[in-house]
C-alpha cells in the first residue's frame, strides 16, 4: 500500500473542512425578534422618583454602545450620564441632580441593538416626575419617507428666542423617534406652544445636520393645553435640505462666442436676467453690457452669457455673478465665490447650438411628460436670430398652435392635444455659420404617444379648499413615475390619461413656480406647506375611470 505524503494529507483536510462549511450552522433558527425593556426604574408615570439612578433591563445581551448612543435625557447630556453594565442590565447614573416636581423623558431610541443585529425597532418613552404630577402632553402623527428608517421629532418650547433657534446647534427639550412605518408619539409635554421639525440624524447625536439629514419642518406650530392635551396628525414629508448659497467655479470662452459660467448647483431662471452679470475689463475698469444669458438645460449647472461688445485679446476679465441670482431653493449667490477671472484668448469650451430632452423615436409619450428643445443663440454678427420650431404630424404636416415657448431659449410641445398611438416629429430649424458663411440647419427628434388601452382616469377631491393657493396633485405609480395636475379652486382634479398602475396620491399648496414639495427651512426657520396622503395605494385600470379619490390637507 502506497503511502500519503503529508502535503496530500493537508489538502484532503482543506477539501473536508470547505465541504463541511457548506452544511447549515448548527444551533438553532436565527433570532430576528427586536429586544424588548423588561423592567425599569423609574417605571412608566412614575411619580416622586427621586433617585439619582436610573436602571433597564433588556430581555436579550445588548451591544452596549448602541444602547448609550440611543439614550437621550434632556436637560442632561451624554457627559452627565454614566453607564454601568451587568449583563442585560445598565445603570444609568445622572451626574447633576434631578430637579424637584418635574416631569423627565428618558428616551432610548429606535436604533438600540442586541447582540443578534436585531433593532430595537421603535424608540420607548419613559415618563416619570420627581413631584406629585406628571405632565401628558402628547404630539403624535405620520412621517413620509423615501425609506423605511427610524426618524427624530424635535419640538422646542416657543420663546421670545424661537426665531434665532439653530437646531443643529441646540437640543431640543422633548424628541423621538418613530418606528419603521413612520409612525411617531412625542410624549410627556408641558402646556406649550411648540415648534417642531424632524430628520433622521445620520449623526446619532439628536442634533440636526444640514446637509447630511433629510429634513422637514412642521406646517405649523402646535399647542397643548390641559383642555387639548393629545394633537395628532403632525405630519411631514421629508427631504434635503439646500442650504448653502451657489457659488461661481469657473469661466471660460466657448467656441460660438458665448461665455461658459459653471456653478455648484442649478439656478433658478425665474431670477435668470443679464443684468445680474457683471464682466469688467481689469485693464480699463470698464463693464462690459451682457445682453443674454441662459441656462443650459443639457447641463443645468451650466450657464451662457453673451456680451454686447468683443473681448480684446490679451486682457484679464472679472465675471461676477451677482447676488440677485438665487438656485432653486431660493438661496441666493454667495457673496465671498460669485466671481472668476476670464481670459478670452483661447475657446476652451464647447457650447452646442441646440438641446432635446428626449431621445429619437422615443415611445410611450403620455400627456404628462415634458417634451422639449433648446435653441441657445450663437453669435452671429451679433443679430438674434429666432430659430423655427414646429411640430410635424406622422404624415410631414406642419401642426399649427402645438409649440410653447416656456422661456427665450425653450420651445415645449403642448401635449395634451396629441392623438395617442400616433408619430410625431419636433423639428427645429435655424441658421449657422460655416467658414464664415451662414447657412440652413435643421434638426429633428421623433416621438409615439402612448396607446390609449394603456392608459386610465383619476378623478377625485382636495379638502379643505385653501382661497389663494394652488394646490398640486401628485400621482407616483410602483416605477417611480410621477403624474402632476392642478387641483380646481374647488378642490376637485382630474388626470386623463395615466399609465395603468397602482399609485401613492399625495396633493401639497405649490410654493414659488416649481412642482416639488416645499418642506420648510430650518434656519431662519420656515413652515413647510401643507400638505395631504391619501391612505391607500390606489390601482389605475386601463381605459377605466377611478373615481372619489379625497385627498385631506394637513
Same mark, same amino acid.
Given at each position: 500500500?502506497? #503511502?500519503?505524503?503529508?502535503?496530500?494529507? %493537508?489538502?484532503?483536510?482543506?477539501?473536508?473542512?470547505?465541504?463541511?462549511?457548506? $452544511?447549515?450552522?448548527?444551533?438553532?433558527?436565527?433570532?430576528?425578534?427586536?429586544?424588548?425593556?423588561?423592567?425599569?426604574?423609574?417605571?412608566?408615570?412614575?411619580?416622586?422618583?427621586?433617585?439619582?439612578?436610573?436602571?433597564?433591563?433588556?430581555? #436579550? $445581551?445588548?451591544?452596549?454602545?448602541t444602547v448609550e448612543s440611543a439614550i437621550f435625557f434632556p436637560p442632561y447630556s451624554l457627559d452627565d450620564l454614566k453607564f454601568d453594565w451587568s449583563g442585560k442590565e445598565v445603570s444609568i447614573r445622572v451626574g447633576k441632580p434631578l430637579v424637584k416636581n418635574r416631569t423627565y423623558i428618558l428616551t432610548i431610541g429606535a436604533r438600540a441593538q442586541d447582540d443578534h443585529g436585531n433593532y430595537l425597532g421603535k424608540a420607548i418613552n419613559i415618563v416619570f416626575s420627581t413631584g406629585t404630577e406628571i405632565d401628558t402632553g402628547m404630539i403624535s402623527g405620520q412621517i413620509y419617507a423615501p425609506k423605511p428608517e427610524p426618524y427624530? %421629532?424635535?419640538?422646542?418650547?416657543?420663546?421670545?428666542?424661537?426665531?434665532?433657534?439653530?437646531?443643529?446647534?441646540? *437640543?431640543?427639550? $422633548?424628541?423621538?423617534?418613530?418606528?419603521?412605518?413612520?409612525?411617531?408619539?412625542?410624549?410627556?409635554?408641558?402646556?406649550?406652544? $411648540?415648534? *417642531?421639525?424632524?430628520?433622521?440624524?445620520?449623526?446619532?447625536?439628536? *442634533?440636526?445636520?444640514?446637509?447630511?439629514?433629510?429634513?422637514?419642518?412642521?406646517?405649523?406650530?402646535?399647542v397643548v393645553t390641559h383642555t387639548d392635551q393629545k394633537v395628532p396628525g403632525v405630519d411631514f414629508i421629508v427631504a434635503k435640505e439646500d442650504t448653502s448659497h451657489p457659488q461661481l467655479y469657473s469661466a471660460s470662452l466657448a467656441n460660438n462666442g458665448l461665455v461658459l459660467l459653471k456653478f455648484s448647483e442649478p439656478l433658478d431662471t425665474s431670477y435668470l436676467s443679464p443684468s445680474y452679470f457683471v464682466v469688467r475689463d481689469s485693464a480699463t475698469g470698464r463693464t462690459l453690457p451682457v445682453d443674454f444669458a441662459a441656462r443650459l438645460e443639457s447641463n443645468e449647472y451650466n450657464i451662457v452669457?453673451?456680451?454686447?461688445?468683443?473681448?480684446?485679446?490679451?486682457?484679464?476679465?472679472?465675471?461676477?455673478?451677482?447676488?440677485? *441670482?438665487?438656485?432653486?431653493?431660493?438661496?441666493?449667490?454667495?457673496?465671498?465665490?460669485?466671481?472668476?477671472?476670464?481670459l478670452p484668448d483661447s475657446a476652451?469650451?464647447?457650447?452646442?447650438?441646440?438641446?432635446?430632452?428626449?431621445?429619437?423615436?422615443?415611445?410611450?409619450?403620455?400627456?404628462?411628460?415634458t417634451m422639449f428643445c433648446?435653441?441657445?443663440?450663437?453669435?452671429?454678427?451679433?443679430?438674434?436670430?429666432n430659430p423655427t420650431v414646429t411640430l410635424l404630424d406622422s404624415v410631414g404636416e406642419t401642426m399649427p398652435g402645438m409649440i410653447e415657448r416656456a422661456s427665450e431659449t425653450v420651445f415645449s410641445v403642448n401635449l395634451r392635444k396629441l392623438k395617442p398611438s400616433e408619430w410625431y416629429t419636433l423639428n427645429l430649424e435655424y441658421k449657422t455659420d460655416s467658414n464664415g458663411t451662414q447657412m440652413d440647419s435643421v434638426v429633428k427628434r421623433s416621438f409615439m404617444t402612448v396607446d390609449s388601452s394603456l392608459v386610465g382616469d383619476l378623478e377625485g377631491d382636495v379638502t379643505p379648499v385653501i382661497p389663494g393657493s394652488r394646490i398640486i396633485v401628485a400621482a407616483r405609480n410602483e416605477r417611480g413615475k410621477v403624474f402632476y395636475t392642478y387641483a380646481d379652486s374647488d378642490g376637485t382634479f382630474k388626470m386623463d390619461g395615466i399609465l395603468s398602475g397602482v399609485y401613492n396620491i399625495r396633493a401639497y399648496v405649490q410654493r414659488g413656480s416649481g412642482m416639488t414639495y416645499f418642506n420648510g427651512r430650518s434656519y431662519p426657520y420656515r413652515f413647510a406647506e401643507p400638505f395631504g396622503v391619501y391612505p391607500d395605494d390606489v390601482k389605475i385600470r386601463a381605459r377605466w375611470t377611478t373615481e372619489g379619490v379625497i385627498v385631506t390637507l394637513h
Amino acid at each position: 500500500m502506497a #503511502k500519503i505524503s503529508k502535503a496530500v494529507l %493537508v489538502l484532503l483536510a482543506l477539501v473536508l473542512a470547505g465541504c463541511a462549511g457548506q $452544511y447549515p450552522p448548527t444551533g438553532g433558527p436565527i433570532d430576528t425578534t427586536p429586544p424588548k425593556i423588561t423592567m425599569s426604574s423609574p417605571t412608566p408615570d412614575e411619580l416622586n422618583f427621586t433617585s439619582g439612578e436610573i436602571r433597564l433591563k433588556f430581555d #436579550k $445581551y445588548m451591544v452596549r454602545r448602541t444602547v448609550e448612543s440611543a439614550i437621550f435625557f434632556p436637560p442632561y447630556s451624554l457627559d452627565d450620564l454614566k453607564f454601568d453594565w451587568s449583563g442585560k442590565e445598565v445603570s444609568i447614573r445622572v451626574g447633576k441632580p434631578l430637579v424637584k416636581n418635574r416631569t423627565y423623558i428618558l428616551t432610548i431610541g429606535a436604533r438600540a441593538q442586541d447582540d443578534h443585529g436585531n433593532y430595537l425597532g421603535k424608540a420607548i418613552n419613559i415618563v416619570f416626575s420627581t413631584g406629585t404630577e406628571i405632565d401628558t402632553g402628547m404630539i403624535s402623527g405620520q412621517i413620509y419617507a423615501p425609506k423605511p428608517e427610524p426618524y427624530t %421629532v424635535a419640538a422646542y418650547p416657543v420663546t421670545p428666542e424661537i426665531d434665532t433657534l439653530h437646531p443643529y446647534l441646540t *437640543l431640543p427639550r $422633548y424628541i423621538t423617534q418613530s418606528d419603521d412605518s413612520g409612525r411617531y408619539v412625542l410624549q410627556g409635554l408641558a402646556d406649550a406652544k $411648540y415648534r *417642531l421639525i424632524c430628520f433622521d440624524d445620520q449623526m446619532r447625536n439628536f *442634533l440636526y445636520a444640514p446637509q447630511i439629514d433629510l429634513y422637514s419642518s412642521a406646517i405649523h406650530d402646535v399647542v397643548v393645553t390641559h383642555t387639548d392635551q393629545k394633537v395628532p396628525g403632525v405630519d411631514f414629508i421629508v427631504a434635503k435640505e439646500d442650504t448653502s448659497h451657489p457659488q461661481l467655479y469657473s469661466a471660460s470662452l466657448a467656441n460660438n462666442g458665448l461665455v461658459l459660467l459653471k456653478f455648484s448647483e442649478p439656478l433658478d431662471t425665474s431670477y435668470l436676467s443679464p443684468s445680474y452679470f457683471v464682466v469688467r475689463d481689469s485693464a480699463t475698469g470698464r463693464t462690459l453690457p451682457v445682453d443674454f444669458a441662459a441656462r443650459l438645460e443639457s447641463n443645468e449647472y451650466n450657464i451662457v452669457i453673451r456680451t454686447t461688445q468683443p473681448f480684446k485679446p490679451h486682457r484679464k476679465y472679472f465675471i461676477t455673478a451677482t447676488d440677485s *441670482l438665487r438656485d432653486t431653493y431660493n438661496n441666493l449667490m454667495s457673496a465671498g465665490n460669485n466671481m472668476q477671472v476670464f481670459l478670452p484668448d483661447s475657446a476652451s469650451a464647447k457650447v452646442d447650438p441646440y438641446y432635446f430632452n428626449f431621445p429619437d423615436s422615443l415611445r410611450g409619450v403620455t400627456a404628462y411628460d415634458t417634451m422639449f428643445c433648446q435653441f441657445v443663440i450663437p453669435s452671429i454678427d451679433r443679430i438674434r436670430t429666432n430659430p423655427t420650431v414646429t411640430l410635424l404630424d406622422s404624415v410631414g404636416e406642419t401642426m399649427p398652435g402645438m409649440i410653447e415657448r416656456a422661456s427665450e431659449t425653450v420651445f415645449s410641445v403642448n401635449l395634451r392635444k396629441l392623438k395617442p398611438s400616433e408619430w410625431y416629429t419636433l423639428n427645429l430649424e435655424y441658421k449657422t455659420d460655416s467658414n464664415g458663411t451662414q447657412m440652413d440647419s435643421v434638426v429633428k427628434r421623433s416621438f409615439m404617444t402612448v396607446d390609449s388601452s394603456l392608459v386610465g382616469d383619476l378623478e377625485g377631491d382636495v379638502t379643505p379648499v385653501i382661497p389663494g393657493s394652488r394646490i398640486i396633485v401628485a400621482a407616483r405609480n410602483e416605477r417611480g413615475k410621477v403624474f402632476y395636475t392642478y387641483a380646481d379652486s374647488d378642490g376637485t382634479f382630474k388626470m386623463d390619461g395615466i399609465l395603468s398602475g397602482v399609485y401613492n396620491i399625495r396633493a401639497y399648496v405649490q410654493r414659488g413656480s416649481g412642482m416639488t414639495y416645499f418642506n420648510g427651512r430650518s434656519y431662519p426657520y420656515r413652515f413647510a406647506e401643507p400638505f395631504g396622503v391619501y391612505p391607500d395605494d390606489v390601482k389605475i385600470r386601463a381605459r377605466w375611470t377611478t373615481e372619489g379619490v379625497i385627498v385631506t390637507l394637513h
